[in-house]
């Protein structure tokens, strides 16, 4: 064990060593203190984690099992944590820590306790200060990620809850999953000093994943649905007792379109739908990449299948819309409906107020006036309304670089989220 334990060092020690490019890393810097992390859009370090990886499997071949600790209870977090979290809290399944350090304006942070499996870590903390803290703390305490052995885990969602007396803050923030190789974890962050300068810290905790809880499920599923515009590949599943993933790859043209891509892709369990949690995806050196994020599956489980009822589609227009209509009666664009609501000349240019439901998106849009056809310069003034029956309309202005008053609107196409009803079964041991 000895000889394993000096390669793997060795191995750290190279892998440490690769370094990104200095304006990679003053990007990667510099948007990271800009805002806290959010799900879309994740930067991965793709080429540190495959090569890991690829060690990992060439002298272990190992498989990596979810863990959690059996330890005690995490007080204080009740009204914060909610369903699937509450219950394992309840369970004694979190690791208490308790370890703290002070920011830089006085704030005493504790992290109170983690809980991790193969899917995420979740760390669970305070801030306390009895002068007051602002907000929710996010002004004076940025975790930026985790790291320990063979581990350098980004941080991914979090929440919080203050007090009425807006001295404490309890929160939670889900990281990356960590290393079952890792003894000990290291939380690196940034506070503010009273130059208001942001500051670099780190508080190190010990991390024992020797008493390990299976994962339930963990899988190859290697189908691919074809959309309008590409392909969507569906890798892998894997269910531990904090959430379900599943894991694929994009190669869709125009998967950036619409916001809610990810949304209409169902993951049904015994015959019933199990809740999503949220999604994600990023860009990599092998393609786009992407996670969708269900609830824990239930027990025992009979049956488990992938149903992408709505994706992202594209249907070919050429619509020519007569803009002396506008206000009446709305147009049908291939079963979807477009309501024109004001044409106008200011002197920004034409200005034409159009109405659709929230998950349409047009393509090649132009107008033609008497002296030529002009194409669509931006869009607008965007708000949303909700409908008696439900539906939420998108209405915005489309803006056009002409003074001339428009006859006619030629649209080329739409992006719109299309009901495909794909249905991947997933069999169950």
Not at 34 to 46: D, L, S
Not at 116 to 139: C, E, F, R, S, V
Not at 251 to 268: K, Q, T
């Amino acid at each position: 064990m000895n000889h394993v334990e000096e390669r793997l060092t060795e191995e750290k020690k190279r892998i440490d060593s690769i370094t990104a490019p200095e304006e990679l890393e003053a990007k990667l810097r510099s948007a990271l203190l800009v805002a806290r992390p959010t799900r879309r859009q994740r930067i991965a370090p793709v080429w540190k984690a495959a090569a890991v990886a690829l060690f990992l499997i060439v002298i272990f071949g190992y498989h990596y099992n979810a863990f959690a600790y059996y330890g005690k209870k995490l007080l204080g977090f009740d009204e914060l944590i909610s369903g699937t979290l509450q219950e394992l809290n309840e369970q004694g399944m979190g690791q208490v820590v308790d370890k703290k350090t002070t920011l830089s304006d006085g704030t005493e942070l504790t992290i109170n306790g983690i809980m991790a499996d193969a899917n995420q870590l979740i760390m669970y903390y305070t801030l306390t200060n009895p002068k007051g803290i602002k907000d929710d703390g996010g002004h004076i305490f940025w975790p930026t990620k985790i790291t320990g052995f063979l581990t350098n885990s980004n941080p991914e969602s979090g929440t919080s809850l203050q007090n009425e007396e807006h001295t404490e803050v309890k929160g939670t923030m889900s990281f990356e999953p960590v290393s079952p190789f890792s003894k000990k974890l290291t939380l690196n962050y940034f506070d503010k000093n009273l130059n208001e300068q942001l500051i670099e810290h780190s508080i190190s905790f010990p991390y024992d994943p020797n008493q390990a809880m299976q994962t339930e499920v963990k899988q190859s599923i290697r189908k691919t649905v074809k959309v309008d515009k590409g392909t969507v590949n569906f890798q892998s599943i894997t269910a531990t007792p904090t959430m379900t993933m599943i894991k694929g790859k994009l190669n869709v043209d125009n998967f950036d379109r619409l916001p809610s891509a990810l949304d209409g892709i169902e993951l049904i369990a015994n015959g019933m739908p199990v809740e999503m949690l949220g999604g994600g995806h990023e860009s990599s050196p092998t393609g786009r990449k992407f996670d969708i994020r269900y609830d824990v599956l239930p027990k025992p489980l009979k049956s488990l299948e992938l149903v992408m009822k709505e994706f992202v589609g594209y249907q070919k227009l050429e619509q020519r819309i007569a803009l002396s209509s506008a206000g009446k009666e709305p147009f049908s664009l291939e079963g979807k409906e477009l309501w024109v609501k004001n044409v106008s000349v200011t002197s920004e240019g034409v200005e034409i107020t159009i109405a659709t439901e929230d998950d349409i998106l047009l393509d090649g849009v132009s107008i033609e006036t008497p002296s030529g056809t002009i194409t669509l310069k931006t869009t607008i003034r965007q708000t949303e309304t909700k409908l008696d029956d439900g539906t939420i309309l998108k209405e915005r202005t489309l803006l056009f670089d002409s003074q001339a008053k428009p006859e006619y609107m030629h649209i080329k196409g739409m992006h719109y989220m299309k009901v495909y009803n794909e249905t991947i079964e997933i069999p169950v041991d």
